[in-house]
């Protein structure tokens, strides 16, 4: 195998090196291309684009495989606590127990809000979508809890990263709470993450809420199998931000709102929306899919289809039997998963499917799980943001901690007019309408 791959321009051969990864990935570094040949490579999407050598994740999209660090998510699902599997993706590796009692120290100091914070969440409507809340409220956490505005040492930066994983999570109770006219939960020192979440998520003052270990467990896989994905939308997007120096805190802010989108994170919201649809009109799974199948009727099925899996997504495998799992522990039937069962069945047997390799993807069963816990829609996307910090944290740390990093500057290929005269304003002619 040659370790240069050659590119001709206007008949004069250029080269340029393969980088291998460590999974064997292979990869052109155009790096100096425009200064070379003068052109630039156009990509829309990203879809052939390497924007980073990183050593956080890997994921293999034709086999299936995912894995945080090397270690595959099968065993993370099932072993591991949301806690320790931050510190392995933040740090590089599973903390040993005086590691683990110290973060857990962290976290648990850093869980309250400063109590000036809290005023924040009158300032929003009570029908404010709380991922807009999200993200407001954590780019407010370094005006509070950030004794500098940039993070330049190991200790500031591991403070920062317990305030952010901490603090995340009681924003989005406190969020849910302020929305549905209820006072704030402090969060308690006894009880672990997941725990802690539920309790200030459910508890009132004359109720105290306690969650079964079914219900723990199930959230606390959730999690883990959201924590991190590598190059995705609201990773790139940290990232992006991370490379102009900004802190972590507003780095992870844009993410929660690049999250947003229903492409993204938001399509947890849009699979149940779905779901429910389909049973309130009577329409056959069958007759969603096919119109799925059509371009032009605006709708996708949503929790199918990906990027990066062109196989079956593995935590869509872990999630549609956890989803099974809890539903029977706690003995609640939802019609939305046999519902969801029939849509899945449809679309594999059908040949626009699998001939473009659309599978069901981590937002297809997620929300079922996430409706027996009893959170609410519209904070489903909440939870995936929750979820999904740890690995922006880590991200945002490879960028920062890389000497050579540049600022993240595509280029483009303009296509707008070309020199163009200016016009005075009483000549001008409305011509917007036309377009
Ligand atoms: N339903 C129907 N057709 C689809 C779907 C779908 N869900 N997804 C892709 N296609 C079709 C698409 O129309 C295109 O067809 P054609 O080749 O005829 O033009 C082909 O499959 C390739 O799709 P694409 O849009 O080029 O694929 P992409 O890699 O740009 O987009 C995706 C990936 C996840 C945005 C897309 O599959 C999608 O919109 N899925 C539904 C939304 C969703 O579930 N998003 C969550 C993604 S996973 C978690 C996360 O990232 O947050």
């Known amino acids: 195998m040659t370790d240069y791959a050659t590119i001709t321009i206007d008949g004069v051969e250029h080269q340029f090196p393969l980088v291998t990864g460590s999974e064997g990935e292979r990869a052109i570094d155009i790096s100096t291309l425009r200064s070379t040949t003068g052109v630039v490579t156009l ?20 086999k299936g495989i995912l894995r945080y660090r090397g270690v595959p998510i099968e065993d993370l699902a099932k072993h591991s606590s949301f806690i320790e599997t931050a510190e392995l993706l933040i740090w590089g590796e599973l903390p040993d127990p005086a590691q683990r009692d110290r973060f857990r120290q962290m976290l648990s100091d850093q869980a309250p809000l400063h109590r000036d914070m809290r005023k924040h969440f009158d300032g929003f409507p009570s029908d404010a979508h709380p991922m807009a809340i999200q993200s407001a409220m954590i780019n407010a956490i370094q005006a509070y809890d950030l004794p500098e505005i940039h993070i330049s040492d190991d200790p500031t930066f591991e403070r920062a990263a317990a305030a952010l994983i901490a603090k995340t999570r009681t924003i989005a109770a406190a969020a849910y709470k302020s929305h549905i006219g209820q006072p704030m939960v402090y969060p308690r020192h006894d009880l672990n993450y997941v725990e802690n979440f539920l309790h200030m998520m459910f508890s009132v003052p004359y109720r105290p809420y306690e969650a079964t270990p079914e219900v723990a467990h199930a959230l ?27 802190n972590l805190f507003t780095a992870v802010s844009a993410g929660v709102n690049a999250l ?64 099974d799992d809890l539903l029977n522990k706690v003995k609640v039937t939802d019609p939305l998963l046999d519902i969801a069962r029939e849509v899945e069945a449809a679309a594999l047997a059908d040949d626009y499917f699998v001939e473009r390799k659309l599978y069901p993807n981590v937002d297809f069963y997620s929300g079922i799980i996430l409706r027996a816990i009893g959170i609410p829609l519209d904070m489903f996307t909440v939870m995936f943001a929750i979820g999904r910090t740890p690995g922006w ?26 020199l163009t005269e200016w016009v005075p304003r009483p000549d001008r002619k409305d011509k917007r309408k036309k377009r």
């Open 220 to 246: 606390n896989m959730f999690l883990v199998l959201h924590a991190d994905h590598e190059q995705n939308c609201s990773t790139s997007t940290v990232r992006m931000v991370a490379s102009s120096g900004a």
């Open 43 to 62: 990509d829309d999407g990203y879809a052939n684009t390497g924007a980073a050598q990183s050593a956080i994740t890997f994921i293999d999209g034709d």
């Open 393 to 418: 944290i880590a991200h945002w740390k490879e960028v920062h901690d890389n000497a050579a990093q540049r600022i993240h500057r595509p280029r483009q290929v303009y296509v707008g007019p070309t």
């Open 260 to 323: 947003w989108g229903p492409l993204h994170g938001g399509a947890n919201m849009a699979v149940i929306d779905m779901l429910e649809d389909i049973r309130d009109s009577g329409t056959s799974p069958q007759s969603y899919v096919d119109k799925a199948k059509d371009r032009n009727s605006g709708v996708r099925l949503m929790g199918f289809g990906h990027r990066v899996y062109r196989n079956f997504d593995p935590r869509a495998k872990i999630l549609k039997e956890a989803a």
